[in-house]
């Protein structure tokens, strides 16, 4: 079926000011990617899928400038004992970068593995992407694994140590960043991955997660500070027996987020647990995007998504449980919520439960207001200020989600960073 002429014209422009890298050993599955991409055509507000969140500055062929925020803060997981990996407007900074040895993990550079004939990776590399194209199109990602040029590929063979933190820094105003990582990890092994960063004025992150058997992935985001920043971010993730995964992504300012996660439940016994929390003020739109297919039994899925709305901001949430024939004893569970903090925001939601299974339990529900009045006054009348009311009544609403982060060290670093931000609004 040919693409529309203008879907098919804002495609060619974009795809004509890029250039795919050429050789190596995932020359192949880059092309096939561009092919995807060329067939679908980039997104417009006429897809399903879209007509929450306007794509027109994630497509367009040239970044729209943005701003580098200036503070003082230390990055929110700095004082943590990781492994760090540092990329600067999506380019690779070794001098702030830790040495890649650490016991129970192969780290490897994607620009590296471009110029080998033979990598592991090859047999993960948009793979999962491609997978996640059906039923849903979603063609920023195979955008991001045709011309993605750097990131890492991460093989999880034991339980390591500590952490490791991918740091995306911003350091130009027209900066236009994709980074696409995967991670493999083997039967019985279990990491955490923190990643933290602004990452530059237009971002295109792509993630391919696939865990073994008994395998265990903790994944923890702060979306960072730069309130001008555009991202689209890509999560694709593949569940074998008795594996896990949980994955908690934070967003504080940005003038467009759109986070999509794509999940399938292959194996029996599988559990993944996706969560977010974001808080926008002003100009700020927000979009949650996740698929979550069940195909193995007794497998458990979990979707807590929270948003603190004001000033006009937007928030979006549009989730799906997709239950087959095959996922008897499927424990699904969803659920989406907004506090507005003003008459302005709004928050437009679109949850969906598909079900083909007859011993299932999936519920999903979705609820937006204001801040219960009630209680905010029982609180004054405690002698609690206006604005510190205001600000205990809101973390109590993102509780739910945050309480989705396993480490306790890492939830109580993301509720400071969300109780200074609501300071700093005051």
């Given at each position: ?28 599955a880059r092309r096939a990617a561009l092919s995807r991409v060329q067939t679908m055509g980039l997104p417009n507000r006429r897809d ?102 750097d990131g890492v590929a991460i093989w999880v063979t034991g339980k390591p140590s500590k952490p490791i933190n991918l740091v995306y ?92 996660t794509v999940v399938e439940l292959l194996g029996d016994d599988a559990v993944v647990h996706v969560a977010g929390a974001c808080v ?147």
């Amino acid at each position: 079926m040919a693409l529309p002429e203008l879907k098919k014209t804002a495609t060619e422009a974009r795809l004509n000011a890029m250039e795919l890298p050429e050789g190596g050993c995932l020359v192949d599955a880059r092309r096939a990617a561009l092919s995807r991409v060329q067939t679908m055509g980039l997104p417009n507000r006429r897809d399903e899928y879209w007509k929450y969140t306007r794509p027109d500055t994630l497509t367009q062929d040239t970044a729209p400038t943005a701003a580098v925020f200036k503070h003082d803060e230390a990055p929110i997981f700095g004082e943590f004992d990781c492994l760090k990996i540092v990329f600067v407007d999506g380019v690779y900074d070794a001098e702030a970068s830790d040495d890649f040895e650490l016991e129970g993990v192969q780290i490897s550079r994607l620009s590296e593995i471009d110029a080998k004939d033979i990598h592991w990776t090859k047999d993960l590399y948009g793979v999962l992407e491609a997978r996640g194209q059906d039923p849903v199109q979603r063609p920023l990602a195979a955008l991001n694994t045709a011309f993605a040029n750097d990131g890492v590929a991460i093989w999880v063979t034991g339980k390591p140590s500590k952490p490791i933190n991918l740091v995306y820094n911003h350091n130009s105003d027209s900066s236009d960043a994709m980074l696409h990582h995967v991670i493999r990890v083997d039967a019985g092994a279990e990491a955490t991955v923190l990643e933290n960063g602004p990452a530059a004025a237009r971002f295109n992150k792509c993630i391919e997660v696939d865990i073994a058997d008994g395998g265990a992935l903790h994944m923890v985001c702060a979306q960072g500070r730069d309130h001008e920043r555009r991202a689209a971010t890509h999560m694709f993730a593949r569940l074998r027996k008795e594996s896990v995964f949980k994955s908690f992504t934070l967003t504080v300012n940005g003038v467009l987020t759109r986070n999509e996660t794509v999940v399938e439940l292959l194996g029996d016994d599988a559990v993944v647990h996706v969560a977010g929390a974001c808080v926008g003020d002003g100009d700020f739109h927000h979009d949650d995007t996740v698929f979550i297919t069940h195909e193995g039994e007794n497998c458990e899925s979990r979707q807590v998504f929270k948003k603190v709305l004001r000033n006009g901001a937007t928030g979006v949430f549009q989730g799906k449980i997709l239950v087959k024939d095959t996922a008897q004893k499927t424990d699904g569970y969803q659920i989406s919520q907004a506090l507005m903090l003003d008459d302005d925001s709004q928050f437009l939601a679109k949850p969906e439960l598909e079900i083909y299974a007859d011993d299932v339990a999936c519920s999903h529900g979705s609820t937006s207001g204001a801040i219960d009045e009630e209680a905010l006054f029982y609180l004054q009348s405690r002698g609690v200020p206006l604005n510190e009311a205001t600000d205990l009544l809101t973390l109590a609403f993102l509780a739910e989600a945050v309480d989705e982060i396993g480490d306790q060290d890492v939830a109580e670093t993301i509720v400071s960073r969300l109780e200074n931000w609501l300071i700093r609004r005051h």
